[in-house]
């Protein structure tokens, strides 16, 4: 699968490139600064080799073929992101925002949400992008480090949330490709209102406990996926 | 330990009654109407056996001797419970808020999230209580089947959050006599506004896959705890 990662050379979006690249996908790291995203398609590299598919190109350019465009930046810079890329997006793209809404947008802390107007960061994505885009809510719980750490599998599941039920199927096998990690369906794209929230509860429970890895799993059923 | 459980006859309510009972604490199942406390005094006794501590009683008076005080009530009835057993608790009690603002309280759906003028339905019952109770928020995503399946053990985590540390440690250990499950302390009580949204985040979860136990562990750490 062809993936472009806007915001890729943060810690979530690098993080995904790297499992993505071992899972075999080509993924195209996109930043605002092209020097960046070939750092980063440096560092990848020499993490997992020379063959891996990985390529850079500045966020605009970076999406200009790809089926899904996952973004991954600070809620302060959301909007300015998807006014780089929205123009740039292929048909029917699937885009998958991983923002929360963190009052740290706004001086406040990072485990205060602040309330989109739209109720949610993903819901506010989908007014920043062509009607025919296919916006996903996903991996707002997934810990950078635990995407880092490449040599252990993830052990956490992803939440994914939409209304396009393939749109979500797509992206389910992106996280199913990650050693460790399951999809669960947590529903239509409002329901990023709840899944955005989860990202300050674990980053308090972080600071609690002096880590940098809690994550969810969801029990009750002995496998997930697309129900 | 004794625990009085407000609105201890509904499924989430009965369910807390007969693990804390199985742990071998002294419970009191409160309800609206003495004859139902008392049925469910005589079924609980039924599944346990007659020697455990269980007593029933209206809500106003089950929490009269009972310094940990647990409210298990749909978003409708919170104030009308509070208005009833505010004047009765002991000083400094306890208060554990398992409220979720289901916006099934005012006939939308139970899969979406009212917004309390005060942040949260424990935050709203903190404004109901004398000022020394102490409101703690937890329970929310635990599975009535769960509690009910009283020959498996449980195997979900509950987030605790609240103010004071001490009672959040009280219930902690509630928590930790319940076969399977752990607490994680989920921060302050305002943190209720992110916890509050997983009941709904499941309950849209268990209708897509037909299910009525999903639940959460949480991951990235060996143990939990008090941290």
Avoid at 113 to 135: C, I
């Amino acid at each position: 699968m062809k993936v472009a990662i806007a915001g890729g050379t943060g810690k979530e979006g690098f993080g995904l490139a790297l499992r993505f690249l071992m899972a075999g996908h080509n993924v195209t790291i996109g930043s605002r600064d092209a020097a960046k995203a070939a750092a980063s398609v440096a560092e990848a590299k020499e993490l997992l080799g020379d063959d891996v598919a990985v390529d850079g190109a500045e966020n605009a350019e970076a999406v200009v073929d790809a089926p899904v465009v996952v973004v991954t930046v600070p809620f302060a810079g959301q909007a300015v992101i998807y006014a780089a890329i929205r123009d740039h997006l292929i048909d029917g793209a699937i885009v998958v925002d991983a923002t929360s809404p963190l009052q740290a947008a706004v001086g406040g802390k990072a485990w205060e949400v602040l309330r989109p107007w739209q109720g949610s960061a993903a819901e506010f994505a989908a007014t920043l992008v062509p009607e025919n885009a296919r916006v996903v809510g996903a991996f707002h719980t997934v810990a950078a480090a635990s995407l880092r750490a490449i040599d252990h599998p993830v052990e956490e599941d992803v939440l994914v949330v939409g209304d396009d039920a393939e749109a979500k199927s797509t992206v389910g096998e992106l996280v199913e490709g990650i050693p460790g990690m399951r999809w669960v369906d947590g529903g239509p794209l409002a329901m990023a209102r709840i899944t955005e929230g989860l990202t300050p509860l674990l980053i308090s429970i972080n600071r609690r406990y002096k880590t940098k890895e809690s994550g969810f799993r969801i029990v009750g059923r002995e496998t997930w996926g697309a129900g």
